[in-house]
């Protein structure tokens, strides 16, 4: 069931990757994010794997957790320091490890979700998954102990199923001979 469910969600975010480049694949709103340097420690570590939820940009408060794109296809997730709702709606962020605000205005249209989960750990894990090595420890070895298992078991099956066969001959061979003594 916990593999169905991780196909599903896998194979949806697959098909919105392809069907629309340029956003970040969500399922039901929410998008994993793994982060790659320590900006946000101690809270968010550098290799946890982060969820976000899509949010209405005036729903955010000072002191949120936002992920949002910068310079194209980079995602950063860092806490709002301050909002200006004066001329237009304009975030400033910071990571709680940095000594000093970002340098650049969070618009709205850049906002990916509000953190929501943190996996500690997670995103080494899913990284080392995409390596030859993961994919081969954890898709292509499981795959085949499936495969010899499903030999195993047939080989199993058939050889139970002859031994029954042979029995049930032996009994029908018995039955006959003792009708044909008794016919005698």
């Known amino acids: 069931l916990l593999l169905a469910v991780v196909f599903i969600v896998n194979i949806t975010m697959i098909i919105k990757s392809y069907t629309k480049p340029d956003r970040v694949p969500d399922f039901l709103g929410y998008k994993p994010f793994i982060v790659l340097s320590g900006s946000m420690e101690p ?21 949120d957790i936002i992920s949002f794109r910068v310079e194209g296809n980079i995602v950063v997730s860092h806490r709002i320091a301050d909002i200006d709702k004066e ?24 906002i990916e979700g509000r953190y929501v989960w943190r996996g500690a750990g997670l995103g080494r894990f899913a990284l080392f998954l995409q390596t030859p090595i993961g994919m081969l420890a954890f898709v292509v070895a499981p795959l085949c102990l499936f495969v010899i298992y499903d030999i195993v078991s047939r080989n199993r099956r058939g050889r139970a199923k002859n031994e029954r066969e042979a029995q049930l001959e032996a009994e029908l061979a018995a039955l006959k001979a003792q009708r044909k003594d008794r016919d005698e």
Do not use: C, H
């Open 87 to 110: 001329s237009r709606l304009v975030f400033y962020t910071k990571g709680d490890a940095n000594v000093g605000m970002d340098a650049i205005e969070v618009l709205p249209e850049q």
């Open 43 to 63: 809270g968010i570590m550098a290799g946890d794997l982060i969820v976000t939820k899509e949010v209405d940009a005036r729903e955010l408060k000072v002191g």
